[in-house]
């Protein structure tokens, strides 16, 4: 159960860092020092943002559960 749970937050780890890496910049920040300001009409539409957006928060809701369900696990000793 441990490393089922290990590899499912391993793997969520590693999709949620490309959803985060994969948002559109919003300005003034570091995403201009890296190129990000330039604006592009190929992934400005609202309804892939969205998506984006929902499925980086499921991502992340699932990252929270299994890493508090790995911590009580471990706690536990099982």
């Known amino acids: 159960m441990i490393l089922g749970l290990s590899i499912v937050v391993m793997l969520c780890s590693v999709l949620l860092i490309l ?36 499925l980086t928060i499921a991502t992340g809701l699932v990252w929270i559960v299994c890493v508090v369900a790995l911590g009580l696990l471990i706690n536990r000793g099982v």
Do not use: A
């Open 19 to 54: 959803l985060v890496l994969l948002h559109k910049g919003k300005g003034g920040g570091l995403s201009d020092l890296f190129g990000g300001g330039v604006t592009s009409s190929l992934g400005g539409s609202s309804v892939v943002e969205r998506n984006l957006d929902r």
